[in-house]
């Protein structure tokens, strides 16, 4: 069975800091790995994703996530945080020929930028 | 534009009554899924449907109930069964391929009177 974990519910970085959040992810069958942000009261904007190829992933909004398969990660990262980044990110997981709602979701982590 | 909308934004249920929340997507995407979302609890599926008139429960489906008699349209009943509804229902849509990402709407707030 798939399974998600996102290591911190809450991260909380200085404006202009870097912003990591981890993402492992447990999978018997090559996974498809992406990243959500959702905003308060909102639904859940997709960030970047990871099928095959390169696996250096950028997205929108300066974010990007590099999957490493022999660590079962893809932690995502920006080099310089905004206030406009203070939301929470979901990390999800699926599979070739998944079924089940195709998407194993993490928990989540809020971040929070400080002025 | 091409997306996924909920209504209605905010709902009010009382005591013994069901209320329905509707999800509508012009996308063309076989797949459609509720999930519901807790504090810390990160999204939990409800139900999901692949093709129109079939659907599938998911991990808490109990207290819910769907329909899904056209491919635009999956909506959602939370009915009296439901004891602890109080949460924030989002619908999603995607492909029938799993490589492909879900797509969201913005969300029903529902509360108890």
């Known amino acids: 069975a798939q399974s998600v974990t996102q290591l911190g519910s809450h991260v909380s970085v200085s404006e202009g800091a870097l912003v990591l959040l981890r993402c492992n992810y447990s999978?018997?069958?090559?996974?498809?790995l992406f990243w959500y942000v959702q905003y308060p009261n909102q639904g859940l904007q997709l960030l970047l994703k990871?099928?095959?190829?390169?696996?250096l992933v950028k997205g929108i909004n300066g974010f990007e996530a590099e999957f490493k398969k022999s660590e079962t990660s893809f932690h995502l990262t920006k080099p310089s945080a905004h206030m406009s980044d203070a939301a929470e990110y979901f990390c999800?997981?699926?599979?070739?020929?998944?079924?089940?709602?195709?998407?194993?979701f993490g928990k989540g982590t809020k971040l929070s930028v400080k002025p | 534009d091409g997306g996924i909308t909920q209504s209605p934004k905010y709902l009010f249920r009382k005591e013994g009554q069901n209320v329905t929340l509707s999800c509508e997507q012009n996308?063309?995407?076989?797949?459609m899924y509720w999930y519901r979302q807790d504090p810390g609890q990160g999204l939990r599926l409800i139900y999901y449907?692949?093709?129109?008139?079939?659907?599938q429960k998911g991990d808490i489906a109990e207290g819910y109930s769907v329909s899904r008699e056209k491919k635009e349209s999956f909506p959602l009943t939370v009915t009296s069964a439901q004891k602890n509804p109080t949460a924030f229902y989002l619908c999603?849509?995607?492909?029938?391929?799993?490589?492909?990402?879900?797509?969201f709407g913005d969300g029903t707030r529902l509360s108890i009177l």
């Open positions: 999603a849509s995607s492909t029938r391929n799993s490589n492909q990402p879900q797509h």
């Open positions: 999978s018997s069958v090559p996974p498809y």
């Open positions: 990871y099928t095959t190829g390169a696996t």
């Open positions: 999800a997981v699926s599979h070739y020929g998944g079924s089940q709602g195709n998407l194993i």
């Open positions: 996308l063309n995407h076989d797949a």
């Open positions: 449907s692949q093709i129109v008139n079939d659907f």
